[in-house]
């Protein structure tokens, strides 16, 4: 996010939205945004020093905020999710956000808490730097992948965007959860700095100097698939001696991921394995229940099913001070102050471009049938030609309108819309939007870094709005907790969607390719009419997803 973007942003105040702000005597808020000013503005002409600037600001948070404020008395570490070993300036988000989230709707499971914990105190003895690592790395690069070890790895590589890169990451540790594996998470340049270290006293990410972390595909000779069909390894465990590691592949074909990936049998192989590389694209953690020798282990973990992700998800993803103090500066000056605040995230796929006008017509049509946003009314129909006054200040409701897009066309228009024209209920609508890249450019850390930031910010909306089919918007509204508003696929015979959106059965994200499950019986069968914790995606009708 840069100055001109925060200029734009501030020129969009509604004049009544500053007036109410005035109306209150100066308090500890007041005083910290006078202190914190000529740190913010050192940090947007200097980025280099933002994240110190969040440290400092973070610190004057602390000393000024009362035991009785709602940031204080936020529960800080999710129900027991985060672990107090943490020293807190390293990483603000950790235990900041919780005071900007809704409260959760999901009790955390005290089993779940007694696994993280003993997670952690594994990680901390077979991660990087240990004698441990370092002996089993000796027996990998060896060719040596026989016989039990002490500790084992699941090592996770990135593909894709910053949404799927979050939901296979989770799903990959969720799988080292159930297997007792440690995942390393191999960081690129674009990654760096990204999130913060999840689990105290140790480090998540690979080592540098890891041998096999590239070149990997469906048709690799490693990949467990091709394995199976080259006799290298078998089911009745008589293949002979293991390779010393498995790549597992887990990218969506066609909307499908490989046979042989998510039945019990090929579980069991896998399982003899002490190192497994693993890509994916996918929220293959769906895929996990679909596993019979998991299934009372997750019960136990998630007696709620549509809590996997907001909780995992919570846990494990914390952004880094760079990206919280884009985080930090954008909801503090922007959105804190409304009496509510709805998020609306737009994604445009290049290969199925909406065009603007339809995908507009039908944000309205969501937002306005079910009363997210009012109706406008032209200051011009007022008596005598004059605008009508505005309401008084106690009386005035401010609604932030948070706009998530790479394209800057429908903030401009739904802005123009609510500045220009009053709204029939009275209240004042204020439309935000903190970058408009034009395209995705993964390969970027710093668009990364809004990215991340955007998700954040729209996880912690009272409302969301988002775009069928996306990734990006299911991670924002399952760290909220909030089922939202999706935008229903357009029927492209008509140019048009006849629902504009529906909400979904719950705040999971969509496994959109499915595993067959053809097995060693020879028939495929659909999951979600013989598990009661299943059903079809409503905007991937093939997908599958978890819910209560």
Known sequence: MDTDKLGEAAAAHPPE???????????????????????????????????????????????????????AAADRLLGGLLSPEFDEASCLSRYEA????????????????????????????????????????????????????????????????????????????????LTGRVVLVHEPPEMEGLFCEPFPGTSWLLPPDFPYKGGFSAASNESYVNMLKNGVVRHDGDGGALPPYVYLHLEQIHLRLQNHTFCEEDHRVLDRFNWMVLRSDSYFAVALFLVPAYRAELDRMFPAKGSVFHH??????????????????????????????????????????????????????CTREHGLLPQVTSTSESAGGRPPPPPTATATKVKAVLVVSLKREYYDKLHGAYYTNATASGEVVAVYQPSHDGDQHTEARAHNERALAEIYLLSFSDAVVTTAWSTFGYVAHALAGVRPWQLAPLDWGKMRADVAC????SVEPCLHSPPPLVCRARRDRDPAAHLPFLRHCEDVPAGLKLFD
Not at 37 to 54: E, I, K, Q
Not at 101 to 107: A, T, V
Not at 333 to 348: F, H, N, P, S, T
Not at 502 to 505: Q, W
Request: glycine share 8%.
């Open 98 to 177: 919780s005071s900007r989230w809704k409260p959760s709707p999901f009790r955390v499971s005290p089993y779940l808490v007694e696994r993280l914990r003993r997670y952690e105190a594994n990680h901390r003895r077979c991660g990087p730097g240990t004698a441990r690592y370092r002996d089993a790395v000796a027996r990998l690069r060896s060719g040596d992948g026989d016989g039990d070890a002490e500790c084992r790895y699941v090592v996770w590589l990135p593909i894709q965007g910053l949404g799927n890169r979050m939901l296979s990451l989770v799903s990959t540790f969720l799988y080292a959860l």
């Open 312 to 365: 995992l998800g919570r846990y494990l993803f914390h952004p880094g001070n760079r990206a919280w103090g884009i985080v930090e500066r954008f909801y503090d000056g922007y959105l804190a102050g409304a009496d509510e605040r709805l998020g609306i995230q737009v994604r445009i796929v290049p290969q199925m471009a909406v065009p603007f006008d339809v995908m507009y017509e039908q944000i309205l049509r």
């Open 17 to 71: 939205a500053e007036k109410r702000r005035g109306v209150a005597a100066p308090g500890a808020a007041t005083v910290l945004v006078l202190v914190a000013l000529p740190l913010m503005l050192v940090s947007y002409f200097f980025g280099d020093l933002a994240a110190d600037t969040v440290v400092r600001l973070h610190r004057f948070k602390e000393s000024s905020l009362s035991s009785s404020s709602p940031a």
């Open 502 to 505: 529906a909400r979904p059965a």
